[in-house]
């Protein structure tokens, strides 16, 4: 057998070894769009909630670590960002917030596609995501693996990834109350939904969140557009940019 067959071969094969752990899984999920995936993505977003009016949302993501989101009208100068492990919060164009907290969304949904293994691995043990844990289920249909909880367990930190195409579909993180550390923690579940092709890629187009079993919040993607120029200072965490994609309202 020629080289290039027998190394076509051992590529199917190990792309039909199920994942002993997470952490195979992770670098599966990564080898599947290796090259391939986009570097950075735009759209805009309405963004719903129970209780109060939608909101639009401008938001532009750079792979790996960097989302930047502007709150129409624009002109409010309202932004906010997640770079590296922190998020930043600009009003009025003046920084009031910054602090520790990386977005796994990001990192499931986007990052894991378009940086080294290794890095979304130690990410995810960071937040406490017990990597040696995967089993199989379904979700909405279809076949998922789920990483960081046994059949059951509902509280656990945990993500789930459609088998077929490698898509993460959900993420269960708990929160316990830094102000009360007794209290029962407060339960994220987050949805990725409806994905549609984007290069050759993918990207979901609406986002559902609930918290402890209530929805809060529902994402919906419009205007959708891979691979664009973006400013240099786009992220800038110290000093508000304006972000220059927008279209004029």
Excluded: C
Aim: glycine share 6%; no cysteine; charged share 25%.
């Amino acid at each position: 057998m020629a080289p290039t067959a027998v190394l076509a071969l051992l590529t199917l094969l190990a792309g039909t070894t199920a994942p002993k752990t997470g952490e195979d899984l992770i670098r599966e999920m990564h080898a599947r769009y290796d090259g391939k995936w986009y570097r950075n993505v735009t759209f805009v977003q309405t963004t719903s909630f129970p209780d109060k009016p939608a909101e639009t949302w401008y938001e532009a993501g750079t792979i790996p670590g960097k989302l930047r989101i502007d709150v129409a009208p624009v002109d409010s100068m309202t932004a906010f960002m997640f770079v590296g492990d922190s998020s930043f919060v600009f009003k009025g164009g003046q920084r009031v917030a910054a602090q520790e907290d990386r977005n796994l969304l990001m990192t499931l949904g986007f990052d894991v596609y378009g940086q080294a293994p290794e890095v979304t691995i130690a990410q995810l043990k960071a937040q406490h995501v017990d990597l040696s844990r995967i089993r199989e289920d379904t979700w909405q249909g279809a076949k998922v693996w789920v990483v960081g909880a046994a059949k059951g367990d509902t509280t656990s930190s945990q993500f789930w990834v459609e088998k077929d195409r490698l898509l993460f579909v959900r993420l269960i993180e708990s929160h316990k109350s830094m102000k009360n550390p007794s209290a029962p923690p407060k339960l994220l579940d987050v949805t990725f939904e409806k994905y549609q092709p984007l290069g050759k890629g993918w990207i979901e187009t609406e986002v559902v969140l609930k918290l402890d079993g209530k929805e809060v919040q529902r994402e919906q993607y419009a205007d959708i557009k891979a691979d664009v120029e973006l400013q240099p200072d786009l992220y800038d965490t110290q000093t508000y940019r304006k972000a220059t994609w927008i279209k004029p309202q």
